[in-house]
């Protein structure tokens, strides 16, 4: 053979290589629905996250349109029978050190509540482990393309802050939903915030996109064992328990007491959700947290918050939900003690998860039987 036809072999696999690169740059968002979730595997109950693939058979990736391919709830159309409810929130939501059926979803779904038409309640997961509004506003605008006949929201202070808006990694990643968002819900954010990434001309390309496109073919690969063994997070044998002693220090992010600053705090995103949902109704609950009797305990009721904060936001939010004609549900101390709380001042055990999908289970006759 001569130098010509490796020569020409060499220009055509160049050609090819631009071209894909050109139709990658100018393909619109959405690869990620292409999906063998529901299809070849079973769905996931939950959205996909973690950090030990290798135990977990599970990964955090920043697409949303993958994230919810890969959910059960993208599994075809909405049954007639079905009354459908999106339980959006945190970590707490999610179900960190719970299996699928412990999880506030999982007990929900295995309490068989049927509605006033005969329907059958089906609860899906849509909590990410994260706290910050802005990501629990992009979950659920999306999730509106899935006709949800109610939406259950878990809040916590934490997830108010101005500062946690825009940098959970899922949020800084998703900037031109950012900007969709700001847009269209008129939110105060800064859309030329440093936080959001803002992918260049280069960051498109096949190279650029590498690390992108090989979590999405890994989050497929997983399929196969989260099918079999029904397994998509680590659980440990021993880890450490929420802390209840705390040192005298009544600090909140950067605020500063005795006041709580409310201009800083994202009540307008909140709202935005509530506005997203459209005919929808929103049920917004306060989360069950840790209430601690241990050292300075009064000064902090947990890690997460001083008691200053804490109450000041409370009056706030049952403020703001009268105002504005919002279903809300005080629900803190809603769990009798610190033995039903796990890793943290919100992770619940499962049988703490059981009394909270109690009092949900009554917000959804509420709801669907007025």
Same mark, same amino acid.
């Given at each position: 053979?001569?130098?010509?036809?490796?020569?020409?072999?060499?220009?055509?696999?160049?050609?090819?290589?631009?071209?894909?690169?050109?139709?990658?740059?100018?393909?619109?968002?959405?690869?990620?629905?292409?999906?063998?979730?529901?299809?070849?595997?079973?769905?996931?109950?939950?959205?996909?996250?973690?950090?030990?693939?290798?135990?977990?058979?599970? +990964?955090?990736?920043? #697409?949303?349109?993958?994230?919810?391919?890969?959910? /059960? &709830?993208?599994? %075809?159309?909405?049954? !007639?029978?079905?009354?459908?409810?999106?339980?959006?929130?945190?970590?707490?939501?999610?179900?960190?050190?719970?299996?699928?059926?412990?999880?506030?979803?999982?007990?929900?779904?295995?309490?068989?509540?049927?509605?006033?038409?005969?329907?059958?309640?089906?609860?899906?997961?849509?909590?990410?482990?994260?706290?910050?509004?802005?990501?629990? +506003?992009?979950?659920? #605008?999306?999730?509106?393309?899935?006709?949800?006949? /109610? &939406?259950?929201? %878990?809040?916590?202070? !934490?997830?108010?802050?101005?500062?946690?808006?825009?940098?959970?990694?899922?949020?800084?990643?998703?900037?031109?939903?950012?900007?969709?968002?700001?847009?269209?819900?008129?939110?105060?954010?800064?859309?030329?915030?440093?936080?959001?990434?803002?992918?260049?001309?280069?960051?498109?390309?096949?190279?650029?996109?590498?690390?992108?496109?090989?979590?999405?073919?890994?989050?497929?690969?997983?399929?196969?064992?989260?099918?079999?063994?029904?397994?998509?997070?680590?659980?440990?044998?021993?880890?450490?328990?929420?802390?209840?002693?705390?040192?005298?220090?009544?600090?909140?992010?950067?605020?500063?007491?005795?006041?709580?600053?409310?201009?800083?705090?994202?009540?307008?995103?909140?709202?935005?959700?509530?506005?997203?949902?459209?005919?929808?109704?929103?049920?917004?609950?306060?989360?069950?947290?840790?209430?601690?009797?241990?050292?300075?305990?009064?000064?902090?009721?947990?890690?997460?918050?001083?008691?200053?904060?804490?109450?000041?936001?409370?009056?706030?939010?049952?403020?703001?939900?009268?105002?504005?004609?919002?279903?809300?549900?005080?629900?803190?101390?809603?769990?009798?003690?610190?033995?039903?709380?796990?890793?943290?001042?919100?992770?619940?055990?499962?049988?703490?998860?059981?009394?909270?999908?109690?009092?949900?289970?009554?917000?959804?006759?509420?709801?669907?039987?007025?």
């Amino acid at each position: 053979m001569d130098s010509r036809f490796f020569r020409n072999v060499l220009l055509k696999g160049l050609a090819i290589f631009f071209i894909l690169n050109l139709a990658l740059v100018a393909m619109p968002a959405g690869l990620g629905k292409f999906s063998l979730y529901n299809h070849i595997f079973d769905g996931r109950e939950r959205f996909p996250f973690g950090e030990d693939s290798a135990q977990s058979y599970n +990964l955090s990736l920043f #697409d949303l349109d993958a994230m919810f391919a890969s959910h /059960l &709830i993208a599994a %075809g159309p909405k049954p !007639e029978d079905e009354f459908r409810v999106m339980l959006v929130g945190d970590s707490s939501v999610w179900g960190t050190l719970q299996h699928p059926e412990e999880t506030l979803a999982g007990q929900l779904n295995a309490a068989g509540l049927t509605a006033c038409d005969g329907k059958t309640v089906r609860v899906y997961n849509l909590g990410y482990p994260t706290i910050t509004l802005t990501k629990d +506003l992009m979950v659920l #605008d999306y999730a509106m393309r899935y006709d949800p006949d /109610l &939406i259950l929201w %878990g809040v916590t202070l !934490e997830s108010f802050p101005d500062d946690k808006q825009l940098t959970t990694p899922l949020v800084a990643n998703n900037a031109a939903r950012v900007d969709d968002l700001t847009a269209r819900y008129n939110l105060s954010f800064d859309v030329n915030d440093p936080a959001l990434v803002r992918p260049t001309l280069w960051d498109r390309t096949i190279i650029g996109q590498r690390r992108a496109l090989a979590d999405l073919i890994r989050l497929q690969l997983y399929g196969v064992l989260w099918s079999a063994t029904g397994i998509d997070q680590s659980y440990p044998a021993d880890y450490t328990p929420a802390q209840k002693d705390f040192d005298a220090d009544e600090s909140f992010h950067d605020f500063k007491p005795p006041v709580l600053d409310q201009s800083r705090l994202a009540f307008d995103v909140l709202g935005a959700g509530v506005t997203a949902a459209g005919d929808v109704p929103v049920v917004i609950f306060n989360e069950p947290m840790l209430i601690s009797e241990g050292a300075n305990s009064n000064l902090r009721y947990n890690f997460f918050y001083p008691r200053w904060a804490y109450d000041q936001w409370r009056q706030s939010m049952a403020d703001k939900a009268f105002e504005n004609d919002w279903n809300y549900l005080d629900l803190w101390d809603l769990i009798p003690d610190t033995s039903y709380y796990t890793n943290s001042a919100i992770h619940l055990t499962p049988a703490g998860e059981a009394i909270l999908a109690e009092r949900l289970e009554q917000a959804i006759e509420t709801q669907d039987c007025p």
